[in-house]
């Protein structure tokens, strides 16, 4: 079982910074693809970016590539989400995932194939 909980989220200005922590318990959690989605109020969940077990691959939606980068400490358990020249629209829930498929290299995009989940950290960027 893992257990994901988000932490670094909160108000900032566009054009701004944030980096999002995913902290997770159990051991199993460094062999999973770990990603990130958000999902804004009457909106649905948005892919934002996946990085595999062994953090050699990455893969980012269109809308945060350039700004976005997903990374991950195997040895704190921990994947991060450093966002860059935040916009307004970026505002949102933002959570982490875990595939819960160990050791595979997978573009993960779709919420439905990733088995744990955190509580969301919200994000809001002011104009």
């Known amino acids: 079982q893992v257990q994901l909980v988000e932490s670094g989220g909160g108000l900032v200005q566009a054009g701004g910074s944030l980096r999002l922590s995913c902290a997770a318990s159990?051991?199993?959690?460094?062999?999973?693809?770990g990603g990130w989605f958000r999902q804004a109020p009457g909106k649905e969940r948005e892919f934002i970016a996946a990085?595999?077990?062994?953090?050699?691959?990455?893969y980012y939606a269109d809308s945060v590539k350039g700004r976005f980068t997903i990374s991950r400490d195997n040895a704190k358990n921990t994947v991060y989400l450093q966002m860059n020249s935040l916009k307004p629209e970026d505002t949102a829930l933002y959570y982490c995932?875990?595939?819960?498929?160990?050791?595979?290299?997978?573009?993960?995009?779709?919420?439905?194939?990733?088995?744990?989940w955190g509580q969301g950290t919200q994000v809001t960027v002011s104009s």
């Open positions: 995932a875990a595939l819960g498929k160990p050791y595979i290299v997978v573009r993960a995009t779709i919420s439905g194939e990733y088995r744990y």
């Open positions: 159990g051991r199993t959690f460094s062999s999973y693809t």
């Open positions: 990085i595999a077990w062994s953090g050699s691959t990455t």
